[in-house]
């Protein structure tokens, strides 16, 4: 216990350590900066439910990505699920001839699921029967699905008139997710993560999938002893994995942004990767980090105005907590050798 | 995440000349593959260095972008494209040293490590350079050779080139001389295929795959350097280097980590990205986006054409004949046996 604590220290300290020097380095006044991250993220109610928006997404992206790291792959194509999710419920969105607002949403999130899905499935199979590891797999169809998205945003769904960056048309008010007054976090995303965070507790610690998924990740050989075939969990964690993402991005579209714009994902799939890693690949930790990387993201979204520093400090905070937690799990393993 | 804004062709004259590739001149689109493809070749073979000694340094899109910025900011405040250069390579050797010691020292994952430093680096790239967006400053200008006068036309326009080009192509016969002739380069490849018998044939592997990696991610730095010093001047974001360690990564197994292939294979993407360009007049429906990404899978996409094409091979050992032979020798690709695995030295 004693150590734990010692390893967090230092962990926490090197993270405080290096984000202190980067500041000196870019000349940006340290505690100004961290004061103003903290005031931004979780100072008012208004910013907190800010700070939930990002939460959500990056609670389901992590569920998702808990199945495919049980199974030992590094679903690095979550970026391209997260943006095939969005144009799945985009297109049901778009759809001309239904009312019924909460018919087309429901629609809408089925379609996110089956478009994040299918982008998990294609990874998995270039995998399984392309030879090409999950990683590059994964990264090309990021960047297909990258394509495809400015394709529909210049294309066939650009706003009429003028086709740009900023999107497609913002959706009609009714197809907008509800949230509580003053609030800007829905009330179905905070549902459906806490759900999801439920589900992939209950599938992956309390059910035989999880055990089996755990099996192929630790050694897929064996796991073929026991009648466990490698390659349908392979395509099941990162077809589990994709859902997740799509719904991710469902979200994005229906309570964030109302529209498809190009950067739809915010990069919210690769930082899901990260805290995950930082989790240590247990479920337990990852509401809370992700609540704390949420922090982070919001409160630096202020920066550039308040202390004319790059928003993505957020970024260099989050990787570095991740490296450190890296370099303390190696001493810890160092230590326990010698 | 990613836009090429700036073409890639520009800077070379443009007149109409005997042979066209759609609307662009041969020796223009041979100029410009060459120059495109420049640091992505240093960059990819300073990633199948490292990889030869068993270590992938994962972090290649992140390092790209740190020690282009790195190297556009010393060159700016020194004035000065050697220092510049240097420092860009210091840049990525430093990214090398946290990947090398956190997998060969502290045996954590290389794929956990490497993939959080890309983004913390690409993140500390736009945070630390900032500043200094679409700021001018120095850049490396084509340079004749010396009997550029008594050359054809056709080839002045190819040869006018940075000299970047020739330290590119320098590098490539120097890598195939190291890893085919000499006595370092086996001993890096013995750590790679099996570092337990490097070992016990009284080689250090562990300091050996720190050097090497040390070297490979120095010429990381200098490929990052030659984009925002020479291939896309300038820093900013998005710089236009987004993407290539990743496309880098993707060389060294097309190029079955032979630094000819490896080139080739950069040539390859080269050629894809300029062709696209050209593409666009052809295709004015199509978004231009389209055209720059498209490279990107394609050339990740050519795995699996190498995975199918190779499967015979692979199953029958190289004594078949005709077409799969040829296949084989062609887009067979073996890696480096211990390749990601860490090596516990006693």
Known sequence: ?338 | MLRIERPVCSGYATEAQTIMIGDIPLSVLVASVLAASVPLIIIALGEMITEKSGVINLSLDGAVLFSAMVAFVVAKESDSLIVGFLAGGCAGMVTGLIVGYFSIYLHLSQVAVGFALSLLCRDLAYFLGNPYSRVQGPTLISSKLPFHDMLPDFLQKITTQPLTVPFALGLIVLLVWFFKSSRAGLQVRSVGENPAAAFARGLNPNRIQMLTVLAGSFLVGIGGAAYSLSLKPGWGRPQGAEGIGWIALALVIFGSWQPSRVALGALLFAFLQVSGIGLQSLFPTIPSQVFQTAPFPLMIFTLIIMHYSTSKTRKHGEKDSGLHKWLGILFMSRAPKSLGKSYRQE
């Open chain 1, 1 to 338: 216990m004693k150590q734990l604590i010692q390893d967090i220290f230092v962990a926490v300290s090197l993270v405080f350590g290096f984000t202190s020097l980067v500041l000196l380095i870019a000349d940006a006044p340290v505690l100004d900066a961290f004061k103003n991250i903290w005031l931004g993220s979780f100072a008012s109610t208004m910013k907190f439910s800010q700070v939930l928006t990002v939460w959500v997404p990056l609670v389901l992206c992590s569920c998702g990505l808990l199945f495919t790291f049980r199974a030992n792959l590094w679903n690095i194509g979550i970026e391209g699920q997260i943006i095939m999710g969005a144009i799945g419920g985009m297109a049901v969105l778009r759809m001309p001839g239904l009312e019924n607002p909460a018919l087309i949403l429901s629609l809408s999130f089925v379609a996110a699921i089956l478009g994040g899905g299918a982008w998990g499935l294609l990874a998995g199979l270039l995998k399984t029967r392309g030879g090409v590891h999950e990683i590059f797999g994964g990264l090309g169809l990021n960047f297909v699905a990258q394509g495809f998205i400015l394709w529909l945003i210049f294309g066939p769904w650009k706003r009429p008139g003028i086709a740009s960056m900023s999107g497609t048309e913002l959706l009609p008010l009714k197809l907008w997710l509800s949230s509580p007054p003053g609030w800007r976090v829905a009330y179905a995303g905070l549902a459906i993560a806490i759900t999801a965070l439920i589900l992939t507790w209950l599938f992956l610690y309390k059910s035989k999938l999880g055990l089996k998924l755990k099996a192929i990740g630790k050694n897929p050989r064996a796991a073929v002893l026991y009648d466990i075939s490698p390659e349908g969990y392979y395509l099941l964690s990162i077809i589990i994995g994709g859902a997740f993402a799509g719904m991710a991005g469902f979200m994005q579209i229906t309570a964030v942004y109302h529209r498809l714009i190009p950067a739809i994902s915010s990069g919210y799939g690769y930082l899901a990767l990260l805290l995950v890693m930082l989790a240590g690949y247990r479920i337990v930790p990852i509401p809370f980090l992700a609540l704390f990387f949420a922090g982070l993201n919001v409160g630096s979204i202020q920066l550039p105005i308040v202390l004319q520093v790059d928003s993505t400090l957020s970024g260099v905070i989050q990787g570095c907590c991740v490296l450190s937690a890296l370099f303390v799990l190696g001493m810890r393993q160092r230590r326990k050798q010698s």
